[in-house]
């Protein structure tokens, strides 16, 4: 059965959505090459959502508190849990449907920090590469010295519905209570589709399962069973964690059960002996407001600030206008990109690098990586550096010198003049420093 029932697309817009949703079976697998009618356009770019993994500052922190590593693993877990609700349900809850998001262009970023009475957490979230499109993302908190990194990318099939594949992962480092020894958590991602499209109405269902593999031995599974299966609730799971070669999924020692958007319980233990320690309504859980500059305080790649004449454009209903502004950006880029090939260099990211394989902490992955691979891991594609254009962490050196401008191109990756009219991509040029610069007409 449908989320919404009945139909959902506004009388006028009824031809477009039929094509539309033609279009889409037989599409490329590229998400961002579709073309949406416009009541389903978000003025929102998916450089945005990495916000979602920590607006739960209070669960996100709190692992730091916790002494004992099995309790401290299930406050991970609760964390985990309570993220899903904001990354994969909060967009239909409040406008009714998902809608397609704006495709990040290469460099575009969203900074931003929640501030509050854990401290300040900022976040960082840069599109590293437009083909295959990969946003990389850190979340740190530095008061409780805790950090979230990681990447991803989509990749979409069609076949009864549009079925989305996440490639990539988060890494959650920490330092546990009066100890200087950093424990990891590696987080894989879970595959989703899309429900309800034929109704106009789309929503996201999880499927298969998430693993959150850590270097203190604990591994915690969640198993997404979605509408219908045993419980019949929408955004069913169960979860289960437990220490390596101790315990196993049928035998662990904390167990969770319910839905990620509306109730869960955690257990001690499992099946008919297991003890409820928590009930949990993601609901009910504060989440903090992340403070971001005003768009007029933005640099030129700042999200909100780059798309602003696109989204006012949407919002006004001016489709021609909002068509107009993003091809302005897409043919800016275009420009800069073929003048990268001319001169043989590559966009430099403002504050993620390549992992080196001979970094500490990509051992530590990389050992992780094997062992959530060995749980099988046939729904997740962790690491296919041909698939994210490489494998991508915060460089700490780039970002300690990152300030505004990011980058020298300035306004001319947008297309645009100083005064808003549009720049004529022919004047994207490079002066004799090397430098991308405007030529005077
Ligand atoms: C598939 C998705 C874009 C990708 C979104 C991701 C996977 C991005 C990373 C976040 O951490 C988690 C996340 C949540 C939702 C995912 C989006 C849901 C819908 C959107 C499609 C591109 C939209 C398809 C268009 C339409 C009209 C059918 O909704």
């Known amino acids: 059965m449908p989320e919404t029932e009945g139909e959902a697309v506004p009388a006028q817009a009824k031809g477009s959505w039929s094509s539309f949703l033609k279009s889409i079976a037989s599409f490329n697998g590229d998400l961002s090459s579709l073309t949406a009618p416009a009541f389903i356009l978000s003025t929102q770019s998916l450089v945005e959502f990495s916000a979602y993994w920590a607006e739960n500052t209070g669960l996100f922190i709190a692992p730091t508190q916790e002494k004992d590593p099995g309790k401290r693993a299930l406050l991970v877990l609760r964390w985990l849990l309570n993220t899903l609700k904001q990354q994969y349900y909060s967009r239909s809850e409040k406008l009714g449907s998902e809608k397609k998001p704006l495709n990040p262009f290469l460099g575009e970023l969203f900074l931003g920090q929640w501030e509050d009475e854990y401290g300040v957490t900022r976040l960082v979230s840069e599109q590293v590469s437009h083909h295959p499109p990969v946003t990389a993302y850190c979340i740190t908190n530095d008061k409780y010295r805790i950090q979230l990194q990681g990447y991803n990318g989509q990749k979409a099939s069609f076949s009864r519905t549009i079925n989305v594949k996440q490639i990539g992962h988060a890494l959650l480092t920490l330092y546990p209570p009066g100890s200087e020894q950093k424990e990891t958590y590696l987080v894989t991602l879970p ?28 591994i915690a599974k969640i198993d997404f069973s979605g509408r219908g299966w045993v419980s019949g609730k929408k955004n069913s799971f169960s979860a289960a964690l437990w220490k390596h070669g101790e315990g196993s999924e049928k035998n662990p020692i904390y167990s969770a059960e319910g839905q990620w958007s509306d109730a869960f319980v955690l257990k001690e ?20 407001k992340l403070n971001v500059a005003p768009v007029e305080e933005q640099d030129v790649f700042e999200s909100r600030r780059a798309w602003r004449n696109v989204a006012r454009s949407i919002e006004k209903g001016d489709m021609d206008a909002a068509a107009h502004f993003k091809s302005r950006i897409e043919n800016a880029q275009r420009a800069l990109r073929k003048k990268e090939q001319e001169e043989n260099r590559e966009w430099r990211r403002a504050f993620f690098s390549q992992a080196s394989a001979d970094d500490e902490a990509e051992k530590v992955f990389q050992h992780l990586a094997k062992v959530a691979t060995s749980l ?22 780039k970002a300690a010198q990152a300030k505004k401008p990011f980058h020298e191109e300035g306004l001319l990756a947008l297309g645009e003049n100083p005064d808003g009219t549009s720049a004529p991509i022919s004047r994207v040029t490079t002066n004799q420093s090397g430098t991308v610069g405007q030529v005077a007409s």
């Open 191 to 218: 595959p989703l589709h899309i429900e309800s499209l034929i109704y106009g109405a789309p929503f996201v269902e999880l499927g298969k399962f998430i693993h959150i593999v850590s270097n203190s031995g604990y």
């Open 269 to 288: 233990g499992d099946g008919k002996r297991a003890k409820v320690i928590d009930t949990v309504k993601p609901s009910e859980v504060a989440l903090s």
């Open 376 to 397: 099988g891991t046939y729904s997740w594609d962790g690491i296919a550096p041909d698939k994210t254009a490489g494998v991508w962490r915060f460089d700490e050196k």
